[in-house]
């Protein structure tokens, strides 16, 4: 692999000699063997690595998505996040404030985008094709695909995905790809519900058990309303208290009362258990 930047070189070859010494201490523990060239408290104890699985590196993989959009664009601002292993292309700052909330959804099983890619006759006859942004499946099975676009083209969206619910959702009259359609917008993705879901998906990666089991003893013990500032008070630590409060909110532990943007004056209020 070609690096330009010597440090990035530098970073990528001692992770990957990281993970080829984890690799090696779990092959080692199954095979009851100790891993040549292994010293040290590693070497010693190889029975703390039971499966080699868990030090696997999956790289992320495009889903179903049946394009790649370019990287960059004069006009648009480009890039994609990653949900479960599935990379979630972007072609415009809505599609990535969509794409967080859709994230922060629950009961979300798969989000690829990209997906599907349908046919349908326009107003003059004519057979098009469309690609939607967005496709999630959800636990249950219901299978949803996504259009997003500024609200000043509802009107003509809205008609267009009428017209492919007609023709069954499907490519050339195959399959059904999705059980419904539906438009988001700006009014969907909009800047004080991408500080939100930012938070939350965050605090999915960050939350410390302890730090959430320790709030949530004290929000039972609580009543009526109570700000998202007063939740920090008096903690030991403060960032963990602060992701252990975005986490009850992610759970529904927690409900805002407000539908804008979630900060230290919001009021909360406890919500389904």
């Not at 794409?99 to 989000?111: A, G, H, K």
């Not at 499946?137 to 008609?159: H, P, S, T, W």
Request: proline content about 3%.
């Amino acid at each position: 692999m070609n690096f330009k930047n010597r440090i990035a070189r530098k970073l990528y070859t001692r992770r990957a000699l990281a993970v080829s010494d984890a690799l090696a201490l779990a092959v080692g523990a199954r095979m009851g063997q100790r891993p040549n060239g292994m010293q040290g408290s590693a070497a010693r104890k190889p029975a703390n690595c039971e499966n080699a699985d868990i030090f696997r590196y999956t790289p992320p993989h495009p889903g179903l998505a049946t394009r790649r959009p370019a990287l960059k664009q004069a006009k648009t601002s480009r890039g994609h996040s990653i949900y479960r292993g599935v990379v979630l292309w972007h072609e415009s700052l809505l599609e990535l404030r969509v794409s967080y909330l859709l994230q922060t959804w629950r009961d979300v099983r798969e989000i690829h985008s990209q997906y599907p890619r349908v046919t349908f006759v326009d107003a003059e006859g004519k057979t098009r094709t469309h690609t939607f942004d967005f496709y999630v499946v959800f636990e249950d099975g219901r299978r949803l695909a996504i259009a997003v676009k500024m609200n000043r083209k509802r009107a003509e969206m809205l008609e267009m995905l009428a017209r492919i619910e007609a023709e069954g959702i499907c490519h050339n009259g195959g399959r059904r790809l999705a059980d419904e359609t539906r438009l988001m917008t700006e009014k969907d993705g909009n800047v004080a519900s991408f500080h939100n879901c930012s938070e939350i998906l965050a605090a999915r990666e960050t939350h410390d058990p302890v730090a959430v089991e320790e709030l949530r003893q004290i929000i039972r013990c609580t009543t009526g309303r109570i700000r998202f500032a007063t939740l920090l008070s008096g903690c030991r630590d403060v960032a963990a208290r602060r992701a252990a409060v975005w986490h009850l909110i992610d759970l529904g532990e927690l409900v805002s009362k407000g539908t804008g943007r979630i900060d230290e004056l919001t009021w909360l209020s406890r919500g389904m258990e």
